[in-house]
């Protein structure tokens, strides 16, 4: 059995930078601050977000620690409120839908998810966009961790709790749009498949040797040769 893990921001869908203006008000909620407005949120989870953006902007370690809940469950509010206010801002990325298709229908294959967002979040940006979060069976989320390297051992022991089987680190595969989902589980033997529909150009991900890396999932069947390659 393969564990197909999928990035959510820039790999399944956009949302037009409703995270980030999230992001932004819970901070300033929450702290007085919105952090550096020109940091870049891609390849990182949403506590690690919260914490680099206020400590660069002078906050103390223990009071971010102290404050973190408050933040994220004030950031999941404003999502919401974000996602409801337009909904057409909202889109999935070419290709997704067949892919996910094609993954599910696969006798050796499961659907996950490995994503910086909190679960919240990630179930709520779904929605927007029309894909049911049960179909992922597997999930490992910001939520879990505050790093996004130990996702992937998070997701691996979800795996073999739902099978009842160990599920070695070479039978799972992640798919992401940043040079961060590449690495990320590179200490299980994890492989990685890359995708340009972030901010990342082919040749951007190419440089970090993922097992193949496309410019779109329109490919289903490109896509799905590498995931069971």
């Not at 909620?29 to 977000?49: M, N, S, V």
């Not at 102290?66 to 933040?71: G, H, K």
């Not at 179930?123 to 996702?151: C, M």
Request: aromatic share 6%; with cysteine; hydrophobic share 40%.
């Amino acid at each position: 059995m393969k564990l197909v893990l999928f990035d959510i921001d820039g790999t399944l869908l956009w949302t037009d930078g409703a995270g980030r203006r999230s992001m932004e008000g819970a901070l300033t909620e929450i702290f007085g601050h919105a952090g550096d407005t020109t940091y870049r949120y891609d390849g990182k989870t949403d506590r690690q977000i919260a914490r680099e953006q206020m400590r660069a902007a002078g906050v103390e370690d223990a009071l971010i620690s102290a404050r973190m809940d408050e933040v994220l469950h004030a950031y999941v509010q404003r999502l919401e409120q974000e996602l409801d206010r337009d909904a057409s801002t909202s889109r999935l990325c070419g290709g997704v839908l067949p892919l996910l298709d094609a993954v599910d229908a696969h006798a050796q294959a499961t659907l996950g998810l490995l994503t910086g967002n909190v679960e919240s979040g990630a179930r709520r940006k779904l929605r927007a966009v029309g894909v049911d979060f049960e179909r992922f069976r597997i999930g490992a989320f910001g939520s879990d961790h505050e790093e996004r390297p130990q996702l992937p051992a998070v997701a691996q022991r979800r795996a073999e709790a739902f099978f009842g089987a160990p599920m070695p680190g070479d039978r799972m595969v992640i798919i992401g749009d940043t040079p961060a989902d590449i690495h990320c589980g590179r200490a299980l033997g994890v492989r990685a498949i890359g995708v340009a529909t972030g901010r990342y150009s082919v040749d951007d991900l190419a440089a970090h040797h993922p097992a193949a890396v496309f410019e779109t999932l329109h490919d289903t069947d490109a896509v799905l040769a590498a995931i069971l390659g």
